[in-house]
Structure formats: structure tokens, C-alpha cells
């Protein structure tokens, strides 16, 4: 994975020489340990299976199994019954709030008030990492390389079983930590560029860039005001009913039918059925729709 970013010659060197993480950018320890842990396919059940394979770089930090509907967890023909959001950029969703009108969160419905909540939840989902305990994820780490960063990140005795639950908060607050560093926002695609001046739309994306901030009313939602004292980020943080219908293409894998209640099923109350959390439109053309993938093939 090339993930250098260039930044000056003496912290790159810096970095290089005290570190072996997969990033070159000047790292606190807790978002190093952070990086491992998010990249470590070692800690599901079995092995195989991490943060990453589900928010992967490569695919804008969403799943690069594009031929399924959903995602796929590490007990192959185990499925979740939604697809994997992009983990970037999703520092910028504010917690989860009923107050003001219903915004933020994690997860298509909000239900995780923030990163750190989210990032307690895979390693123990069946359809996911499939650890029965939270003592199994810990005890898989002691057995890690970077078990020597844990504790001194986590406190010491990290492995020590009465410390099972502090060290399963550290293992989240971590990976959150992560995920907030500039590997999950970089603002530098081609509409960064024409939004500072620095390049100019081609006429078709001047078209699209028209259509979307005009008649389409793409931005009522995906808000893409430039200049506010926000970074545009596509996304107004609400939830939306857009009458998305039912995917019958999930109920073979799921071996049932289904309909998501989306953020009704979150707050028990069904006047909220079908409404999701607006994503944000980064990096969406890394990870097309289904029929898009299928059919270019
Ligand atoms: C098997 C695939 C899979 C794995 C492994 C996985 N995720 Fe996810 N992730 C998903 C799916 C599916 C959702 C959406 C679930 C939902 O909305 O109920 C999600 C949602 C998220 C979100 C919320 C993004 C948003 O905008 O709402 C974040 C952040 C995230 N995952 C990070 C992680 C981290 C950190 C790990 C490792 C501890 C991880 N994921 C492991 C599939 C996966
Ligand atoms: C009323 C608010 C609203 C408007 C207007 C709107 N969207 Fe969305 N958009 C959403 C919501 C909510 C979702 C997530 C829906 C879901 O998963 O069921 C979404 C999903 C998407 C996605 C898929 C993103 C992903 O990560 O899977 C794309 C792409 C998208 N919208 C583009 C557009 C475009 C282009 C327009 C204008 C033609 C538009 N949207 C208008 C609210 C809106």
C-alpha cells in the first residue's frame, strides 16, 4: 500500500527510523497503534479478516468485493444485510443527536454516537469479525508485534484479564484515533484543486457540477457549499427517506426477505423507517454501485 505522504525530509526520516507503521506521516503513538490494529487481518475468527477488508484504502476506504450487495464477513456465506460505508472522511459526522433535528453519528442509521463506539462493534459481530469475547480480541493482540505499543498506549497489565474492558476502550478510542488522522481525510481530489483555484473543471464535470449544485438539487442534501467555514463534504449529516426500495438481490444471501428500517429501527418509532444517514460523496467513483461493476465487466 502506498500511503507516503510528503511531508519534510527530516520528520519522513524521523518517522522512518522509529517506525515500522505502514504510514510516513508524523504518527502520535496512539494513532500508530491505532494503524496496526485497523490493518491486522490477525484478530477475527478466524484470521483473515480486518478493518481494512471492508474499508480499504483503494476503495475509498469502503469494500472492494464489489460484486455483492452487501458485505461478506470472515465465515465465507455470512453476510450483513448492509454495505460498508467509507470510513473516511466519517470523523466528520458530528455525535449522534436528537436535538435541533436528528443528525450525526456512525453507521447507516446513526446508532454509534461516534467513532470510538463504532469501533467497538466488528470485533464482535458474527456477520463480521466473529470474536465471541472481548478477553478472545485482547488476548489475540498480547499475541501481536506491537503488543509492547498496546500497553504502553493502554496502561500497563493492558493483558491482564481484569483489564479486559479498559483495554477494549483503548482498542477503539485507537482505531478512532486513527481514523481521524489526514490518511482519512486528504482533500485532494480534482474538485479540491478547482476549489482552490488550482485547476478548472473539463466542460462535462462543469455540466455535472451545474446540475448538481442546480436543477438536480443534488446539494440540498450533499451540501457543496465552497467557502463556508466547512471543508464540503457532500453531506448535510442528516437522515433522508429517498424511497430507495427493498434489494431482493439480498435475500438469497440473507436467506430471507428484508426491509431496513433504516434510522425507524434505531429509534423504535416507525415514522422514521427508511430514512438513512446522508453519506458523504468522497471518493465515490472508487466504489461504484453493484450494476455499474457488474456490468463493465
Ligand atoms: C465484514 C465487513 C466489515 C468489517 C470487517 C468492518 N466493517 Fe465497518 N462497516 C461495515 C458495514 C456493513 C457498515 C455499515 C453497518 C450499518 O450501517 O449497520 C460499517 C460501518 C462502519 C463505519 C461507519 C461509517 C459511517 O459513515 O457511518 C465505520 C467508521 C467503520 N465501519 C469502521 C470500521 C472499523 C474501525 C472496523 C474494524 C474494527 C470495521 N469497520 C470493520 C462493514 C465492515
Ligand atoms: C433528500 C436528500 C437527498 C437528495 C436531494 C439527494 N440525495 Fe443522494 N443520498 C441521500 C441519502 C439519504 C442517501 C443514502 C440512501 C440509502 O442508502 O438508502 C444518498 C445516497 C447517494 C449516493 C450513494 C452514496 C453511497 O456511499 O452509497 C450517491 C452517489 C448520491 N446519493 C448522489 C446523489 C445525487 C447525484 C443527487 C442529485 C441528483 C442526490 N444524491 C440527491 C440523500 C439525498
Request: glycine share 8%; hydrophobic share 35%.
Amino acid at each position: 500500500m502506498n500511503r507516503i505522504r510528503p511531508i519534510p525530509l527530516l520528520a519522513t526520516s524521523l518517522v522512518l527510523l522509529f517506525t515500522t507503521a505502514a504510514n510516513s506521516y508524523a504518527q502520535t503513538d496512539q494513532e500508530q497503534l491505532g494503524d496496526f490494529l485497523y490493518n491486522d487481518l490477525q484478530l477475527s475468527e478466524p484470521a483473515g479478516q480486518g478493518c481494512v477488508s471492508c474499508h480499504d484504502p483503494a476503495f475509498g476506504f469502503a469494500d472492494p468485493e464489489q460484486h455483492l450487495p452487501v458485505s461478506e464477513g470472515v465465515i465465507p456465506g455470512r453476510f450483513g444485510n448492509r454495505n460498508s460505508p467509507s470510513a473516511a472522511y466519517a470523523m466528520f459526522f458530528p455525535e449522534f443527536t436528537l436535538t435541533g433535528g436528528i443528525q450525526g453519528g456512525q453507521f447507516w442509521d446513526g446508532r454509534a454516537a461516534t467513532l470510538a463506539e463504532q469501533a467497538k462493534g466488528p470485533f464482535l459481530n458474527l456477520v463480521e469479525m466473529n470474536n465471541t469475547t472481548r478477553g478472545q480480541v485482547i488476548g489475540k493482540i498480547a499475541q501481536r508485534p506491537y503488543a509492547a505499543l498496546f500497553e504502553q498506549v493502554c496502561g500497563p497489565n493492558a493483558f491482564a484479564p481484569v483489564n479486559v474492558d479498559r483495554s477494549y476502550d483503548c482498542t477503539a478510542t485507537s482505531i478512532a484515533a486513527f481514523e481521524g488522522t489526514v490518511v482519512f481525510k486528504r482533500f485532494t481530489s480534482k474538485f479540491d484543486a478547482v476549489a482552490a483555484n488550482q485547476a478548472s473543471f473539463t466542460p462535462q464535470e462543469k455540466e455535472g457540477w451545474d446540475l448538481f449544485t442546480g436543477k438536480a438539487k443534488c446539494d440540498h442534501c450533499h451540501t457543496a457549499k465552497v467557502g463556508a467555514n466547512q471543508p464540503v463534504l457532500f453531506t448535510d449529516f442528516k437522515f433522508h427517506n429517498i424511497g430507495v426500495p427493498e434489494n431482493r438481490e439480498l435475500f438469497a444471501l440473507l436467506g430471507a426477505p428484508f426491509t431496513d428500517p433504516g434510522l425507524g429501527g434505531f429509534l423504535n418509532d416507525p415514522k422514521d423507517n427508511g430514512k438513512f444517514k446522508n453519506p458523504h460523496l468522497r471518493d465515490i467513483e472508487m466504489n461504484p454501485p453493484l450494476y455499474l461493476s457488474r456490468y463493465s465487466d
